[in-house]
């Protein structure tokens, strides 16, 4: 049974950082590529990084682009996602998310979901 599950949200202030752990089990960690995606009230869920199985390639949405940075474990199964200088549009609940494509921005690519952690970025 896969389980993905997120950790590290929280409350901070604008331009302050947060890192966001994502621990998987269940699958054979180095094969997948884990995203990250995040969904403010209201507002459909939205790609935020990718980072591949492959070559560590990593992709960004133009929003987090130069502000955050995802990274992998592969030894303790877990994704990274550092998140510096931080606004107060980036609040939302952040996933993560896994699957065996090589990286893709469309949530439907990825077939399993953690339950999502909560940033707040307070102006």
């Known amino acids: 049974q896969v389980q993905l599950v997120e950790s590290g949200g929280g409350l901070v202030q604008a331009g302050g950082s947060l890192r966001l752990s994502c621990a998987a089990s269940g699958v054979t960690f180095s094969a997948y590529t884990l995203g990250w995606f995040r969904q403010a009230p209201g507002q459909e869920r939205r790609f935020v990084a990718y980072?591949?199985?492959?070559?560590?390639?990593?992709y960004y949405s133009d929003s987090v682009k130069g502000r955050f940075t995802v990274s992998r474990d592969n030894a303790k199964n877990t994704v990274y996602l550092q998140m510096n200088s931080l606004k107060p549009e980036d609040s939302a609940v952040y996933f993560c998310a896994a699957d065996r494509s090589t990286g893709g921005v469309a949530a439907h690519t990825y077939a399993y979901w953690g339950q999502g952690t909560q940033v707040t970025v307070s102006s």
């Open positions: 980072i591949s199985w492959i070559g560590g390639r990593t």
